[in-house]
């Protein structure tokens, strides 16, 4: 078994940061790839950024030079720093990582961005 906890959500106003985390625990040989996605009201689950074991880090458009992905494999943690956030990046934000090709997800964290 495999748990994700997350943390580091909250209300913010527009321009603010927030910075999430996302703790790996259990029966974790290696991870793979980790990543962050991000569901609005009435929207589909959208891919925030993602990181794989190497490093190389991926991002959505609209998150590019605001967002920034990282992980400490020493502690099985992913982050997500969050500036310049605006009201449309409300949403729950969900971490995901992937173990030996199966993925796992964390419960999902609120960010609420206030114009």
């Known amino acids: 078994q495999v748990q994700l906890v997350e943390s580091g959500g909250g209300l913010v106003q527009s321009g603010g940061s927030l910075r999430l985390s996302c703790a790996a625990s259990?029966?974790?040989?290696?991870?793979?790839?980790m990543g962050w996605y991000r569901q609005a009201p009435g929207k589909e689950r959208e891919l925030v950024a993602g990181?794989?074991?190497?490093?190389?880090?991926n991002y959505a458009d609209s998150m590019k030079g605001r967002f920034t992905i990282s992980r400490d494999n020493a502690k099985n943690t992913v982050y997500l720093q969050m500036n310049s956030l605006k009201p449309e990046d409300t949403a729950v934000y969900y971490c995901?990582?992937?173990?030996?090709?199966?993925?796992?997800w964390g419960q999902g964290t609120q960010v609420t961005v206030s114009s």
């Open positions: 259990g029966s974790i040989f290696s991870i793979n790839a």
């Open positions: 990181i794989n074991s190497d490093g190389i880090t």
């Open positions: 995901k990582i992937v173990v030996r090709n199966w993925p796992y």
